[in-house]
């Protein structure tokens, strides 16, 4: 700072400098967050031909050469506490751009940011659909909308990771088409969706994402990725796979364990596609039933008269998604490849996913709204239509305490202290090895046992939850189109709401003050920031959109939510944005909902009014081998490496199979010992008489037989005559 107060050249802003000074980095100034990448590259706007208002006159010019132009912004894991700090006293530069309520300019005011890893107040200007600025009293051109946040949260927009909106089913269509689906998103917070791409049996895997795009592209209100179900396991599907991931924007895939006859897959099937997923750096989803049992339990449900929306849940038992669930976490730890359980619906199959996670297993594990904000006693419900409702498979436990449950692993953090940090980078053996390892679960550098007490909650929350991101599953049918299995549960077309809901009933019955104690598991509900990672940040981590989506930083789209949590709503098919005339939550208080909601720079939530345009929505290809997911697998790669055992050459005796044992050759047993032998079988319905007088083993000698010549002589008498 000059003696005058005036600030010196080289601090002022890069769009306030004079021509030919280079940008000057910030510098490091240590503390948590410190080691945050890309923290200190120049990140300012490029006005271009805007004129820019001076404080003072510049002084003359520096000779040499004009410099580079500075870099675009791009986005970045996030800005550091320095870096959020902008030149005081806020200035207006002058544009003609009138302010209204579709700006492309929004400029958010006196709210507090929170993202995964760390919470702090800052104003957020947003121009063409991306953050160019964080900080206080921003310098931002005229022409902007402000947004007053008065001390409420800003938080990335949601992504619901798992949505069926306008599926075909028999003939018909779920009523929730992309454009009424992605309208309730952004009603509840949410600004992007992931879709499942359903192929008919005789449907190439293109052709389905070509036909769902076209669907997504003329009606949906916000972004969207797509993942792709596999029907049937061929040489053809491996080299679409191929084609997928490559050139097609897709890296996720899913496989069903139930549904006989139709879509199930055999062990032997589910082995050969996770070993070529993890080739192609996809993530496998895996719907986890045992559909051969469930087959066999719902014709026992009928034989038994049992019709109603109650056989659902009675042939599926929980304890057949925990097989299921077990059994593929088993065939992906075999092939190393990432595993993600779709609608995990029970205690026992979220207990599976959190000890696969203690062993090092690449897992993650999605609840969806229903399974976290209601249960299924509902199924036994006086009310044929109202049991309908809640008919999704793997079906609501019956359990009361089950949503509870699940929302405490949602919110858990995994039992890793920050003693089981240290104990892991304190062997002497082996400590270089070790934080190797460490380096590459958490994928962040690690060079010092020191390290660990820089990254306590960030490094954390990366090993950390036992259940990692939330869906919604969001498939709607009316009731008459529910009733087709109004006689045979089996009939019931599977689905339920909760794309709007979805964030209000994880605020509701998950978050809470948290306090983190060191060295202990930490206990209780989540906080504001384990809040943003399971409804946004982590789904963005794992499907490679990281940091575009899930993240408040500069570069990334403007994707964001003014959250109240304070805000009461009580839900209700009356009011809510889907076509379906049914809500499950019907009735239900919920605390925390969104204010304001801005996706790709434009408001559509405020005081409570949309303002949503159809086909607005793009597409966003999903790039293989995402560094979260796939930095876990090359370290469970590197640390399970498999070598034969160096030894020397075996040159005693080897037994010849070739050779016949004088005793005969029988068969030996292929489960006893490989000494036993079993002995011959005599077939007591084969005889060796004929009416001719030859036998049919006549001529042959047996090598068990010693034929011996009677005393006095062999016998010439050839007939009884």
Not at 117 to 134: H, N, P, R, T, V
Not at 653 to 673: E, N, Q, Y
């Amino acid at each position: 700072m000059a003696a005058d107060g005036r600030r010196d050249d080289e601090e002022l802003p890069v769009y306030l400098a004079r021509p030919g000074s280079a940008a000057v980095p910030r510098q490091k100034r240590g503390g948590l967050f410190c080691s945050v990448e890309g923290a200190f590259e120049s990140k300012t706007l490029d006005f271009g031909a805007l004129r820019v208002g001076q404080r003072r006159a510049p002084p003359p010019a520096r000779p040499g050469p004009d410099p580079d132009p500075p870099p675009a912004a791009v986005p970045g894991p996030g800005p550091s506490t320095d870096d959020l700090r902008a030149a005081s006293g806020e200035e207006r530069l002058p544009d003609a751009v009138p302010a209204d309520d579709r700006s492309d300019r929004l400029l958010i005011k006196g709210g507090r940011i929170v993202n995964d890893d760390q919470s702090f107040y800052a104003d957020i200007y947003m121009e063409d659909g991306l953050i160019k600025q964080i900080g206080d009293n921003l310098i931002v051109p005229g022409g902007v909308k402000t947004i007053e946040a008065n001390g409420k949260m800003v938080i990335p927009g949601g992504i619901d990771v798992h949505t069926r909106l306008q599926m075909p089913y028999k003939g018909m269509t779920a009523v929730d088409d992309f454009f009424q689906g992605t309208k309730a998103a952004l009603a509840g917070g949410t600004t992007m969706i992931m879709d499942h791409v359903v192929p008919e049996p005789e449907c190439s895997l293109a052709e389905a994402l070509e036909r769902w795009r076209e669907w997504a592209d003329g009606k949906a209100c916000c972004d969207y990725g797509l993942h792709v179900d596999i029907p049937r396991w061929s040489p053809r599907v491996r080299q679409e796979l191929h084609t997928m991931v490559q050139d097609k924007g897709v890296n996720s895939f899913m496989v069903y364990m139930a549904y006989k006859d139709l879509y199930q897959m055999s062990n032997t099937e589910l082995y050969e596609i996770f070993s070529c997923l993890a080739e192609l750096g996809a993530i496998a989803q895996v719907h986890a039933e045992n559909g051969d049992i469930i087959a066999q339990e719902q014709a026992r449900m009928l034989e038994m008269g049992i019709t109603g929306p109650e056989g659902h849940v009675l042939s599926r038992p929980e304890e057949l998604e925990a097989e299921a669930v077990f059994r593929a976490i088993t065939i992906a730890s075999q092939t190393n490849c990432p595993l993600y359980v779709t609608k995990v619906m029970s205690k026992s199959a979220a207990d599976l996913i959190s000890q696969a996670r203690k062993k090092g297993i690449v897992v993650f594990g999605e609840p969806i709204t229903a399974s976290l904000g209601t249960d299924g006693t509902h199924y036994w419900s006086k009310n044929w239509a109202k049991a309908a409702a809640f008919v999704v498979s793997p079906p609501l436990s019956p359990d009361p305490t089950t949503p509870d449950y699940i929302n405490s692993l949602l919110a858990s953090l995994e039992k890793w202290g920050m003693a089981a940090w240290v104990g892991m980078l304190q062997d002497d053996a082996g400590c270089c090895t070790n934080m190797e390892s460490v380096a590459g679960l958490v994928g962040t550098p690690v060079k010092y046992k020191a390290d660990v007490f820089t990254y306590p909650y960030r490094m954390l929350s990366m090993l950390s939850g036992d259940l990692q991101v939330s869906g919604s599953a969001h498939c709607t049918f009316s009731t008459a189109q529910k009733a087709i299995g109004k006689d045979n549960f089996t009939a019931i077309p599977e689905g339920t709401n909760g794309i709007e809901e979805r964030m209000s009933v994880i605020w509701d019955k998950a978050v809470k003050d948290l306090v983190l104690f060191v060295c202990e598991q930490a206990t209780g509900k989540m906080d504001e920031n384990q809040f943003v990672a399971v409804t946004s940040t982590n789904a963005a981590k794992i499907f490679n959109l990281y940091p575009r989506k899930g993240r408040i930083a500069v570069g990334s789209d403007s994707d964001l939510v003014i959250w109240d949590p304070d805000a009461v709503k009580i839900i209700t098919a009356k009011t809510h944005q889907s076509v379906a005339e049914y809500n499950i939550f019907e009735g239900m208080e919920l605390r925390g909902a969104p204010l304001v909601v801005i996706c790709q720079g434009k408001i559509m939530l405020e005081d409570g009014n949309l303002h949503v345009t159809q086909g607005t929505g793009r597409f966003l290809p999903c790039s293989p081998f995402p560094d979260y997911v796939y930095k876990r697998i090359k370290a469970r790669r590197k640390m399970a490496e498999m070598h034969a055992v160096p030894r020397g050459l075996y040159d005693g005796p080897v037994f010849d199979l070739t050779t016949t044992p004088k005793g005969g050759t029988p068969a030996g047993s292929t489960r006893g010992s490989p000494t036993r032998q079993t002995p011959p079988i005599r077939n007591l319905h084969q005889s060796g008489f004929s009416l001719s007088g030859t036998q049919v083993d006549e001529g042959m000698r047996s090598a068990s037989k010693r034929i011996v010549a009677p005393p006095g002589g062999r016998s010439n008498i050839t007939s009884l005559s």
